[in-house]
């Protein structure tokens, strides 16, 4: 919408004799009143040095479904410590389940071993759908997460 060269205000298609604020009369003369398109299309081809990564969330939540156990999850969104801190956790929470299965229901260790990493999968993918649904998700330099 155009604006009245005199006080700035928003004018419509009906005020072009008359500004209904200030009153001044032809309020657009000297005023451009074109319209851009800010439909057009980006080009993401090359991306600069120091330009912004935009992260999704169906990768997100694909990395936290095949590989959660790693950690990868959270050094897609740059935060390495989160990363680091799930690795080692997923890694003490398996060895744990296995031990637990192994030495005290007597499971054979093939056994105890697949129903720890079932247990862990399970757990990354409840993860993952969390923060996939997470409406402000953002990334460790504070970009949203589209």
């Known amino acids: 919408m155009p604006s009245c060269r005199n006080c700035g205000a928003r004018l ?10 200030c009153g001044i009369k032809n309020p ?5 009143s074109e319209t851009v398109e800010i439909t057009s299309q980006v080009d993401l081809s090359g991306f600069k040095a120091g330009q912004k990564v ?3 969330r169906k990768t997100m939540l694909l990395l936290s479904c095949l590989i ?3 950690g990868l999850m959270f050094f897609y969104l740059k935060n390495k410590k989160a990363g680091i801190i799930w690795l080692i956790a997923n890694l003490c929470a398996i060895a744990g389940i296995v031990a637990v299965l192994f030495a005290l229901a007597h499971l054979h260790i ?5 129903v720890g990493f079932a247990v862990s999968y399970l757990a990354n993918i409840i993860i993952g759908l969390i923060y ?3 409406p402000d998700l953002k990334d ?3 970009e949203f997460v589209v």
Do not use: N, Q, W
Request: aromatic share 12%; charged share 25%; with cysteine.
């Open 132 to 134: 996939f649904f997470k």
């Open 54 to 56: 935009m992260r999704h």
């Open 68 to 70: 959660g156990f790693t």
């Open 12 to 21: 419509s298609k009906f005020d072009k004799d008359i500004c209904p604020v």
């Open 140 to 142: 460790a330099e504070g």
């Open 110 to 114: 093939a056994i105890s071993i697949l």
């Open 28 to 32: 657009l003369e000297g005023v451009s």
